[in-house]
């Protein structure tokens, strides 16, 4: 196991800047994830600290050693591909052993190391059968296992379950992570799912255009987001957003919405009064209410068995509120809505950057 870490690197392709300065640091043994949009650079990045990408400018450090320059084969990592990418003439056993084979190692030795990384993926009834015989669930684990049998310093995953259906994708989800805490290996994982980065990740990177929006633990991001874009890229359904001043008078500060409603401003905000700013509250930290709040219009209601979501417009904004209770709302029915006093937020509308204080 190692630490990694990523200093200053930046990637150009021709005239385009791909990756615009970035610094990470990954403890040995962490698991991070880096999530993003398409095109946000994540998957540059990790090609990078694989070595299948040149480095435009800064350093790549692995266990305290600079690999600039080193060989992806010198690394002592392991990749898991999102295409597996077994050889399909070769049986399971052979996949996993076939890097072991080249490097000349003993056979008892890897007898011994397929062995046992069969037995943690429950691979072992399986060994005999060619990739063509697998499902894609077992090919995933096959492609894990041959990662596995290297006992790399650092295990590198390109988003490996995007090909999965949604079933197979949480148990796989769940599977990595089991290894994870298993192995402790330092793992670096890509991904433009953020269900999968609150789910299994240590440390999560948030991207976009090549620049890094925020780092830090699952519910640290959930919870204290930096700015607009880590705020609706991180939760699902996504926060909400509606546009508001912020009045100031005295010791009281509120937000005054285009209806002319005013709620209470999130703690500890900052702000000028008459600024423009976006008031954000997440779906399931908006309870149901008699009167006071704000009243929307019910647009649709989805029941999904343990929650009821609703979809409704506020002053041209449309919410998503989440109840555990069954409500049988209609097209149109007005609702008041309460958010969360303690769990709302609230970002500055030119910049996006959160408005609050320490």
């Known amino acids: 196991m190692a630490s990694v870490q990523i200093s200053g690197i930046k990637k150009v392709f021709g005239s385009t800047q791909v990756i615009r300065g970035v610094d990470i640091e990954i403890a040995d043994g962490e698991f991070a994830v880096l999530v993003g949009p398409s095109g946000c650079g994540k998957s540059t990045l990790l090609r990078m600290l694989a070595g299948l990408e040149e480095i435009t400018e800064g350093t790549i450090s692995i266990g305290g050693r600079v690999v600039n320059n080193v060989q992806p084969k010198e690394r002592d990592i392991a ?20 890097s072991l084979m080249l490097a000349k190692s003993d056979k008892a030795a890897i007898r011994e190391r397929v062995g046992r990384a069969s037995e943690i993926l429950g691979l072992t009834p ?68 953020q269900i999968e980065a609150m789910t299994m990740a240590d440390q999560i990177v948030v991207m976009r255009d090549g620049i890094v929006e925020q780092r830090g633990r699952p519910l640290e991001l959930y919870d204290h987001p930096a700015n607009l874009f880590v705020a ?3 939760g699902s359904p996504a926060m909400n957003f509606i546009p508001a001043t912020l009045r100031r008078s005295g010791a009281e500060t509120q937000v005054e919405f285009a209806d002319g409603a005013r709620l209470p401003a999130p703690r500890n905000a900052a702000g000028n009064d008459g600024q423009a700013v976006i008031y954000g509250v997440r779906p399931e930290h908006l309870s149901l209410g008699t ?25 041209d904004v449309d919410l998503i509120s989440i109840f555990r209770e069954r409500h049988d709302f209609r097209m149109d029915d007005m609702v008041h809505l309460i958010p969360d006093h303690a769990h709302t937020h609230l970002f500055d509308a030119g910049s996006g950057q959160a408005l609050v204080t320490s």
Do not use: W
Request: aromatic share 10%; net charge positive; proline share 4%.
């Open 79 to 98: 990749m898991v591909f999102q295409n597996y990418a077994l050889y399909p003439h070769m049986t399971v056993y052979d996949n996993m052993a076939f």
């Open 126 to 193: 399986l060994l005999e059968r060619y990739p063509r015989q697998l499902s894609g669930g077992q090919r995933q684990r096959v492609a894990m296992g041959r990662a596995i049998v290297r006992d790399p310093q650092v295990f590198l995953f390109d988003e490996p379950l995007s090909n999965l259906d949604a079933k197979l994708r949480v148990q796989m989800r769940a599977e990595i992570k089991e290894l994870h805490q298993r192995l402790r290996t330092t793992s670096v994982y890509v991904t433009h799912d």
């Open 232 to 234: 609706g890229f991180i």
């Open 291 to 315: 009167s006071g709040g704000i009243q929307t219009r019910v647009v649709v209601v989805e029941p999904t068995g343990a929650n009821t979501e609703v979809y409704s417009r506020y002053c």
